[in-house]
């Protein structure tokens, strides 16, 4: 798949927070342009930032905020993915957004 594709995913992915999903768009729009550098580099500098590893997941899902976001149900629900992830042996966040992102960040060097 190319880079490209995963921008489009990183996009339209429902878990994808505003920062990111703009910095995603801002890039689209500046491919071919003389622009298309320095979006490559927000962009990055953006999923740098936003894609999450397991452990992060895990501890923010085990606190009350996450219940308090999601409700305790689905927190407790999340947490018990990540932690089965990651005892797995995977290191990220396996979200739409997050592997959208991190498929971006394994192969920047395209963008």
Same mark, same amino acid.
């Given at each position: ?19 990111? @999903? &703009? !910095?995603? /768009?801002? +890039? %689209? #729009? ?41 409700? @305790? &149900? !689905?927190? /407790?629900? +999340? %947490? #018990? ?31």
């Amino acid at each position: 798949m190319a880079v490209i594709d995963s921008v489009k995913e990183l996009v339209a992915a429902p878990s994808v927070c505003p920062e990111a @999903k &703009e !910095a995603g /768009e801002r +890039y %689209l #729009a500046a491919v071919g342009t003389d622009d298309q550098k320095k979006a490559a580099e927000m962009l990055v500098a953006e999923l740098e930032e936003d894609v999450l590893t397991l452990d992060q997941n895990i501890e923010f899902f085990a606190s009350p905020a996450a219940a308090e976001k999601f409700g @305790k &149900e !689905a927190a /407790e629900g +999340y %947490l #018990a993915h990540f932690k089965e992830a990651k005892a797995a042996g995977e290191k990220w966040c396996d979200c739409p957004a997050c592997a959208a992102g991190k498929a971006v960040l394994d192969h920047k060097e395209e963008l």
